[in-house]
């Protein structure tokens, strides 16, 4: 595979940077096997930012870990910036992920001894490569981090901590960033900062972000939304509201 800036140059606005195709996830066997993802087929374009959203025991997390290379489906297809996944070893999806993915996690996952600035370069460190310090000084400033970069996790906002992890995922410029809750962890203010940030960056860094989400307010900020029920995709919302969302969720069986 290319290296990441390789991969968003080679493919367009308008083309898929990752897709599903007739994906199916099993676990366990016989009378306690559970299908949690169904002939799953969907594919997320170069700049766009799309909820997966249902409720509890749909599929959304799942679908999320298997495009992500964080679990291996039972069958079908995955296929990011040109290489299938599901051919991949072990070291090589590590590799994939290291080099090519972001993740946003609900929890942070911000390492307690290091600072703003460390946490964010470690990926980076990790797999040996350079950070762009002018792209850096821009997410940083965007997202109202400047001076805060010398400080612990214990020594921020929940917020601020959330933002560190946002800079994180995004300084590499990866191919695609999954976001797994995001605002789980944050109040109303935060919440809209943070979304209101993550569209931003698909449509002006042309990054593709994926989010699983419960929370129903978030549509408003995305430009898609999945609604799984039963580890199938019921609904393929473009543009969606609030309302629309609620509804569809309510028709998955959701709240």
Do not use: W
Not at 149 to 178: D, K, M, N, T, Y
Not at 223 to 232: C, N, T
């Amino acid at each position: 595979m290319t290296n990441t800036q390789s991969i968003n140059q080679t493919i367009g606005q308008g083309a898929d940077v990752i897709s599903a195709a007739h994906l199916v996830k099993i676990y366990g066997e016989g009378d306690t096997q559970v299908r949690a993802l169904d002939r799953v087929n969907a594919g997320f374009k170069k700049g766009t930012f799309t909820a997966i959203m249902g409720p509890s025991g749909s599929g959304k997390s799942t679908l999320m870990h298997c495009l992500a290379g964080l679990d291996r489906a039972t069958s079908g297809q995955i296929l990011l910036g040109g290489s299938h996944l599901e051919g991949m070893d072990d070291n090589a999806l590590t590799t994939l992920r290291r080099d090519h993915v972001g993740f946003i996690f609900q929890s942070f996952n911000l390492l307690p001894t290091h600072t703003a600035k460390e946490n964010i370069l470690l990926p980076l460190e990790l797999a040996g490569r350079k950070v762009d310090k002018v792209f850096m000084a821009s997410l940083v400033k965007s997202l109202g981090l400047t001076g805060r970069l010398g400080h612990r996790p214990s020594q921020l906002s929940g917020g601020e901590q959330q933002r560190v992890a946002v800079v994180r995922a995004l300084v590499g410029r990866p191919a695609v960033v999954f976001a797994d809750e995001p605002t789980g962890a944050l109040d109303t203010r935060n919440s809209h900062h943070l979304l209101s940030y993550l569209r931003s960056a698909s449509r002006t860094e042309g990054q593709t972000i994926i989010m699983v989400t419960h929370d129903t307010k978030a549509a408003s900020y995305v430009d898609r939304a999945l609604i799984l029920s039963d580890g199938q995709i019921r609904e393929d919302i473009p543009s969606p509201t609030e309302d629309s969302v609620i509804t569809a969720m309510r028709f998955a069986g959701g709240e």
